[in-house]
């Protein structure tokens, strides 16, 4: 079974700050991990994945994400806030890529000028 | 490509009554997977369906059922509604494996949701 926990229901930056949205993940497989994002009456867009491979991953909109085996983390990063960034991020685990995913409770971004 | 549709995006219901959602997938996509997003509970697997059969299902009472066309297009039922079903429904297509893709990972697309109210 999966589970993710992300810590923190709301986070606020100012523009021009490092955006850091944390998420832990518990699997008993090697886990795939992803971060989406939700705008207000959207559903979801991927921003961005983990397989195998290389642990730091790069996603749209200049986020990426590292997966740290020894940590359960997946944590998800940009170096520069933008006001279009405020949004609700989910991260989410599957134990295989054809199986369900399992969402976190969300992050709310708040990017205050 | 056009992206995942969902109708109606707005449904407004009373308790006791039954609704249905459509989904039409992305063209060329075979899995159809629901998933119920609330405030309290986030967001939730309901089931998934792939080439008319349903594959996984989650944890929800049997007042909540699918089904899937021969088009891909996928239905959901929820008979009998309670107020605790006022949720966002979204529903997320998948298509076949890519080949040479690590993990022949199906990436999920989401449609832009139901919103249904019950009262």
């Known amino acids: 079974a999966q589970s993710v926990t992300q810590l923190g229901s709301h986070v606020s930056v100012s523009e021009g700050a490092l955006v850091l949205l944390r998420c832990n993940y518990s699997?008993?497989?090697?886990?795939?991990l992803f971060w989406y994002v939700q705008y207000p009456n959207q559903g979801l867009q991927l921003l961005l994945k983990y397989t195998t491979g290389a642990t730091l991953v790069k996603g749209i909109n200049g986020f990426e994400a590292e997966f740290k085996k020894s940590e359960t983390s997946f944590h998800l990063t940009k170096p520069s806030a933008h006001m279009s960034d405020a949004a609700e991020y989910f991260c989410a685990v599957s134990a295989s890529g054809y199986s369900t995913l399992t969402f976190g409770k969300g992050t709310m971004l708040l990017v205050s000028p | 490509k056009a992206g995942v549709t969902q109708t109606p995006r707005y449904l407004i219901k009373t308790r006791g009554q039954q609704v249905t959602l459509s989904c039409s997938p992305i063209s060329g996509h075979r899995s159809v997977s629901w998933y119920q997003q609330t405030p309290g509970q986030g967001l939730q697997f309901l089931f998934e369906?792939?080439?008319?059969?349903?594959?996984n299902k989650g944890n929800f009472p049997g007042r909540f059922s699918g089904r899937q066309f021969s088009n891909s297009r996928s239905e959901m039922n929820v008979s009998t509604l309670e107020l605790g079903d006022s949720a966002l429904y979204l529903c997320?297509?998948?298509?076949?494996?890519?080949?040479?893709?690590?993990?022949?990972?199906?990436?999920?697309?989401f449609g832009p949701g139901t919103r249904l109210t019950v009262l």
């Open positions: 997320a297509s998948s298509g076949s494996p890519r080949s040479g893709l690590a993990g022949g990972l199906n990436e999920q697309f």
């Open positions: 699997s008993s497989v090697p886990p795939y």
């Open positions: 369906y792939f080439s008319e059969t349903q594959r």
